[in-house]
T-cell receptor, first 114, second 111 residues
Framework: GAGVSQSPRYKVAKRGQDVALRCDPISGHVSLFWYQQALGQGPEFLTYFQNEAQLDKSGLPSDRFFAERPEGSVSTLKIQRTQQEDSAVYLC????????????FGDGTRLSIL | DAKTTQPTSMDCAEGRAANLPCNHSTISGNEYVYWYRQIHSQGPQYIIHGLKNNETNEMASLIITEDRKSSTLILPHATLRDTAVYYCIAVGAGNNRKLIWGLGTSLAVNP
């Protein structure tokens, strides 16, 4: 199907390593969101793009987290010098420009930091 | 965005209707009520949304009280595959609509 695709599906890294998580949104979707979901919790907002512009990054927990969407389609979430508390599922969602349209989610990347 | 309150867990017999309540007493006039669900190890799935009128689609029905302070999601004939965590979220209009998630209701559909 033509849903939101995230890769890798699972990522294991050692503490201190850098990781990069990829999101392919639905074609033509202008808005792209990243969320972090800890075990047993609801997702928490990280950052939002409209096309290539990062309009809201208020949810990024520290300056180790960086997101980009250089051409307004694929987005990458990068975490530098990973720590154990970064272990979570990272979800990506996209939605069309039209207001009042739902966000469509990928199945996420499960990140485990050892 | 308004806060929503949902029961932590619910049970439902397979084939029966599942009625999931949500309180949003501080919802503002331009905020929509959205429902998503999350099946284990999958991303959230959009179900339905509404402003003040009742809504129905192929998945569910949404009943919103006249004062808009609460709503109910109805799955008319629950199946085992409807076992999931269901989230009710109040969402303002506009493109920059980050979703504020609670803990949702864990629905168990039993055979």
């Amino acid at each position: 199907g033509a849903g939101v695709s995230q890769s890798p599906r699972y990522k294991v890294a050692k503490r201190g390593q850098d990781v990069a998580l990829r999101c392919d949104p639905i074609s033509g979707h202008v808005s792209l969101f990243w969320y972090q979901q800890a075990l047993g919790q609801g997702p928490e907002f990280l950052t939002y793009f409209q096309n290539e512009a990062q309009l809201d990054k208020s949810g990024l927990p520290s300056d180790r987290f960086f997101a980009e969407r250089p051409e307004g389609s694929v987005s990458t979430l990068k975490i530098q010098r990973t720590q154990q508390e970064d272990s979570a599922v990272y979800l990506c969602a996209s939605s069309p420009r039209t207001v009042n349209q739902p966000q469509h989610f990928g199945d996420g990347t499960r990140l485990s930091i050892l | 965005d308004a806060k929503t309150t949902q029961p932590t867990s619910m049970d439902c017999a397979e084939g029966r209707a599942a009625n999931l309540p949500c309180n949003h007493s501080t919802i503002s006039g331009n905020e929509y009520v959205y429902w998503y669900r999350q099946i284990h190890s999958q991303g959230p799935q959009y179900i339905i949304h509404g402003l003040k009128n009742n809504e129905t689609n192929e998945m569910a029905s949404l009943i919103i009280t006249e004062d808009r302070k609460s709503s109910t999601l109805i799955l008319p004939h629950a199946t085992l595959r409807d076992t999931a965590v269901y989230y009710c979220i109040a969402v303002g209009a506009g493109n920059n609509r980050k979703l504020i998630w609670g803990l949702g209701t864990s629905l168990a559909v039993n055979p």
